[in-house]
């Protein structure tokens, strides 16, 4: 179900002419599922994620015989963290402004030596194999590093949160997938109208199942919003498209009447394109230097700090 990285497997390696400290990056899911550069690790039951990840990236230092740079969304503490690894396996965490100097060359560079279709292909692979806890994490991480590194409206990000979207809604979890498709269509309305109507089709597909009356209402009104966006621009062409506006409009009026007063309140939703970009990304605690849990020493330890 997983796949673990090893020396052997040339694919999970930096090109050889990637630029010296090259980063990598290593995710920790809510529910401790680690993934370094678009692979899901083997934890075996007793590993720690950050000890996991340390091994991994160290092997990385020592195949390159230099020092790497990674980057951690620890999802557990809800923190990211920047380190460096050397080939000795020592490791130490480092601040923001000693990070690698930003910038489109090395994004390039970066996404050069592990690109981020190669890693849609895996999760794909692993939907098809109906591995669907797997292709979500995988899905996760790589949509937590672009928006990361590149922005939320970055279409690099907004794909990989439509991907997410879907395999939320294939495990059945119908608020998430609401929630991250709405994101994609409310940033579609931002940057692109001409493209914003399959993703409010998408976001209106799963918001169907919701049964929750408060996010029915909540994120039925933005829906409505969206397709009275689309139908004033002249966008709303699609017989089906039609068809799903005038659902949600149809249900949101059922629902209010069949509520009391006082329950069928609601804040107004926002136009689209105003708000928050991507409400349900949750903040990360701003970087550290010395985080003990990814500080190690010379040497093969693998024991954990405490």
Known sequence: MTSSLTPRDQGNLPAISAPPLIRLDAYVAEDGSTVVNGHLLEMGGIRRPNEAILDAVAMFARTLGAPVAATVIDRTVMQVARLRVYPDGSS????????????LERTAAEEAAFPPLARVERIIQHAQREELHAAFVLASALREHLTLRRGAEDELALEARAIEAYLAFLRGDYLLSTMLALTVARIRCRTDLSRAAPEVARATAAWQRLWDESQIATRGQELLHMWEHL??????????????????RIRLERGAASLPTAVTATEPALPPGEGPVAPED??????????????????PSTESSP
């Not at 130490?92 to 910038?103: A, F, K, Q, S």
């Not at 139908?231 to 949600?248: F, K, R, T, Y």
């Not at 949750?282 to 040497?299: E, Q, V």
């Open 282 to 299: 949750k903040p990360l605690k701003p970087t550290r230097r010395g985080l003990r849990r990814f500080t190690r020493r010379p040497g």
């Open 231 to 248: 139908s004033a621009a002249g966008l709303l062409l699609e017989p089906s498209h039609q068809a799903m506006a005038q659902a949600v």
């Open 92 to 103: 130490r965490t480092i601040g923001d402004e000693e990070d690698l100097p930003p910038g």
